[in-house]
């Protein structure tokens, strides 16, 4: 079986001139459908026709056959049918694929699919096409008329195949100088971003954007002892591509569950091992680890397995952090490597308080927030709901979050019975609570900075040692740190504090804490790993 693609690649184009040979993604358009043609399993020869000299150049240079084109086939006029016969006319072949240079994005994978699809079906032609079905008019002697019988959502309408110009199959005796159909015909349908046929510039830049996306995996895990804000920050971090990255998560130390409700693609692995071999098979542009602390022997193999890829590492307080391409620690002040970014620029908050101004203080305290992120391990919510029971609150609102990885839950949502408490489990609007209330009680995590965000005068202790180093949320920006576990008279006379503190002390920390800019982090964290 001979197999015959025939590209053809004039010069002449006067929408995007120098289209053919124009750079995207650093190889000249034409080179797409060459090095599709070259890959494939079944066309056998290949020749481009041209009468530019730059695309004859390109084609010797990538070793396929040329047929310089006659002035008579180079005009705007002609058709591809006249064109294409031109080179199959004196060539030995059972099948003649057009492939235009038009269609960067068409994959070789597609492009066989398609061959086969013709030989075991023995079609004479086959077009490639996309099914794109909609609502539509049409005019029937100068009277605007619908094209549909049944308004119907999109996916219920019958097909609509719409032709593209990244291949035309036909046999080699039905193709002549005004035809390629013969007497059987059907048309293959291809994937939209496998269908772009480059007409403005427009499609330039979308075909470019097509060849140089990244695909991303995320590794994260989160835990009553871990903490949740890796899974926060992950899932925020997650649509910040223009992709669907694959988040994996070790099944043996993270609930699915955790996640909450999201379409991203969760992976489970069963440890290291298996997260290994399977990222070593799809081989990721783009690797961000959000697990806490790294070891030198996990990134060592992380760096065997995706030797090209750029590893990203998020918070990380272990010895990997030497073999990253990028750390960045939003959470901690200090940066120690060329590699490494620290400090509270680099946090990345959730969109929706990108919604939400920072709080007018009010003359004197209403309501107070408490929440200690997705796990409190220290249990600071009890202790919290057992301070403010006491008779001297009753005239204060208190707002209790507990986080999605809680523990014991069922019984702290037993103090909603207290007529100025509200105990609330797992909640989706935190800004919007958090918005209500004059000051809040929080740990030294994510919450700290959305608090801050928001302007909302703040008490903080750390949950564990590590949130010891958090170096943010601290008396200097505008919080009354406590430290690890402080004693319950000390929390309870600092509330009472912040309780009686005046209006204008409440503003002088609402400027300490306005005075960062947390709104803009996430551009920040995406330029440096775009530009890596």
């Not at 001139?17 to 494939?40: C, E, G, Q």
């Not at 783009?286 to 998020?314: E, G, H, Q, V, W």
């Given at each position: 079986?001979?197999?015959?693609?025939?590209?053809?690649?004039?010069?002449g184009?006067?929408?995007?001139?120098?289209?053919n040979?124009?750079?995207?993604?650093?190889?000249?358009?034409?080179?797409y459908?060459?090095?599709?043609?070259?890959?494939?399993?079944y066309?056998?020869?290949?020749?481009?026709?041209?009468?530019?000299?730059?695309?004859?150049?390109?084609?010797?240079?990538?070793n396929?056959?040329?047929?310089?084109?006659?002035k008579?086939?180079?005009?705007?006029?002609?058709?591809?049918?006249?064109?294409?016969?031109?080179?199959?006319?004196?060539?030995?072949?059972?099948?003649?694929?057009?492939?235009?240079?038009?269609?960067p994005?068409?994959?070789v994978?597609?492009?066989?699919?398609?061959?086969?699809?013709?030989?075991s079906?023995?079609?004479d032609?086959?077009i490639?096409v996309?099914?794109?079905?909609?609502?539509?008019w049409?005019?029937?002697?100068?009277?605007?008329?619908?094209?549909?019988?049944?308004?119907?959502?999109?996916?219920?309408?019958p097909?609509?195949?719409?032709?593209?110009?990244?291949?035309?199959?036909?046999?080699?005796n039905?193709v002549?100088?005004?035809s390629?159909f013969?007497?059987h015909?059907?048309?293959?349908?291809?994937?939209?971003?496998?269908?772009i046929?480059?007409?403005?510039?427009?499609?330039?830049?979308?075909?470019?954007?097509?060849?140089?996306?990244?695909?991303v995996?995320?590794?994260?895990?989160?835990?009553?002892?871990?903490?949740?804000?890796?899974?926060?920050?992950?899932?925020e971090l997650?649509?910040?591509?223009?992709?669907k990255?694959?988040?994996y998560?070790?099944s043996n130390?993270?609930?699915?569950?955790?996640?909450?409700?999201?379409?991203?693609?969760?992976?489970?692995?069963?440890?290291?091992?298996?997260?290994?071999?399977?990222i070593?098979?799809?081989?990721?542009?783009?690797?961000?680890?959000?697990?806490?602390?790294?070891?030198?022997?996990?990134?060592?193999?992380?760096?065997k397995?995706l030797?090209?890829?750029?590893?990203?590492?998020?918070?990380?307080?272990?010895?990997g952090?030497?073999?990253?391409?990028?750390?960045?620690n939003?959470?901690?002040q200090?940066s120690?490597?060329?590699?490494?970014?620290?400090?509270?620029?680099?946090?990345i908050?959730?969109k929706?308080?990108?919604?939400?101004?920072?709080?007018?203080?009010?003359?004197?305290i209403e309501?107070?927030?408490?929440?200690?992120?997705?796990?409190d391990?220290?249990?600071?919510?009890e202790r919290?709901?057992?301070?403010?029971?006491?008779e001297?609150?009753q005239?204060?609102?208190?707002?209790?979050?507990?986080?999605?990885?809680?523990?014991?839950?069922?019984e702290?949502?037993?103090?909603?019975?207290?007529?100025?408490?509200?105990?609330?489990?797992?909640?989706?609007?935190?800004?919007?609570?958090m918005?209500?209330?004059?000051i809040?009680?929080?740990?030294?995590g994510?919450?700290?900075?959305?608090?801050?965000?928001?302007?909302?005068?703040?008490?903080a202790?750390a949950?564990?040692?590590?949130?010891?180093?958090?170096?943010?949320?601290?008396?200097?920006?505008g919080?009354n740190?406590?430290?690890?576990?402080?004693?319950?008279q000390?929390?309870?006379?600092?509330?009472d504090?912040?309780?009686?503190?005046?209006?204008?002390?409440?503003l002088?920390?609402?400027?300490?804490?306005?005075?960062?800019?947390?709104?803009n982090?996430?551009?920040?964290?995406?330029?440096?790993?775009?530009?890596?």
């Amino acid at each position: 079986m001979k197999i015959l693609a025939v590209i053809p690649a004039r010069a002449g184009s006067k929408g995007i001139p120098n289209k053919n040979i124009r750079l995207i993604n650093n190889h000249p358009l034409v080179y797409y459908a060459i090095n599709n043609a070259k890959k494939s399993k079944y066309i056998t020869d290949i020749i481009v026709s041209t009468d530019s000299s730059e695309v004859e150049i390109i084609a010797k240079q990538m070793n396929v056959m040329v047929k310089k084109r006659s002035k008579e086939l180079s005009g705007d006029n002609i058709t591809l049918d006249s064109v294409v016969f031109d080179v199959a006319k004196d060539f030995d072949s059972d099948y003649i694929i057009s492939m235009q240079p038009t269609s960067p994005t068409l994959t070789v994978a597609t492009l066989d699919s398609a061959i086969e699809y013709a030989l075991s079906h023995e079609v004479d032609t086959l077009i490639s096409v996309i099914n794109n079905p909609h609502l539509a008019w049409i005019e029937v002697d100068g009277i605007k008329k619908p094209a549909y019988k049944e308004r119907l959502n999109r996916q219920y309408l019958p097909p609509y195949y719409v032709e593209t110009g990244a291949f035309f199959i036909s046999r080699k005796n039905v193709v002549t100088p005004s035809s390629r159909f013969g007497g059987h015909c059907d048309v293959f349908e291809i994937p939209e971003t496998e269908a772009i046929d480059i007409d403005t510039f427009e499609d330039l830049k979308y075909a470019e954007a097509i060849l140089n996306k990244q695909t991303v995996a995320i590794y994260v895990n989160g835990n009553t002892q871990r903490g949740m804000g890796h899974i926060y920050r992950a899932l925020e971090l997650a649509d910040e591509f223009y992709t669907k990255p694959d988040i994996y998560f070790d099944s043996n130390q993270t609930d699915i569950h955790v996640f909450g409700n999201t379409t991203h693609n969760l992976i489970p692995v069963d440890g290291i091992g298996e997260l290994l071999n399977i990222i070593h098979q799809k081989q990721y542009h783009i690797f961000i680890n959000d697990i806490l602390s790294t070891s030198i022997d996990y990134m060592i193999a992380l760096r065997k397995n995706l030797p090209n890829a750029k590893i990203i590492n998020f918070e990380d307080d272990g010895e990997g952090v030497y073999k990253a391409d990028l750390v960045i620690n939003a959470l901690f002040q200090e940066s120690y490597l060329p590699h490494m970014v620290s400090g509270e620029k680099y946090y990345i908050s959730s969109k929706l308080y990108m919604f939400y101004e920072p709080i007018v203080v009010k003359d004197h305290i209403e309501k107070v927030f408490i929440s200690f992120g997705g796990a409190d391990p220290q249990n600071y919510s009890e202790r919290l709901l057992s301070i403010i029971t006491k008779e001297k609150y009753q005239n204060i609102q208190f707002i209790v979050v507990l986080g999605r990885a809680k523990e014991n839950v069922e019984e702290l949502l037993t103090y909603n019975s207290y007529s100025n408490i509200e105990v609330l489990h797992d909640i989706q609007n935190m800004p919007e609570i958090m918005s209500q209330c004059d000051i809040g009680i929080t740990s030294r995590g994510r919450t700290g900075y959305e608090l801050a965000l928001l302007g909302i005068p703040s008490i903080a202790m750390a949950q564990n040692h590590r949130e010891e180093k958090h170096g943010f949320v601290c008396n200097d920006n505008g919080f009354n740190y406590l430290g690890l576990n402080p004693a319950d008279q000390t929390i309870e006379a600092t509330l009472d504090m912040f309780i009686s503190m005046s209006k204008d002390e409440r503003l002088r920390y609402q400027k300490l804490l306005l005075n960062h800019d947390l709104r803009n982090g996430r551009k920040r964290v995406m330029n440096l790993i775009n530009n890596l």
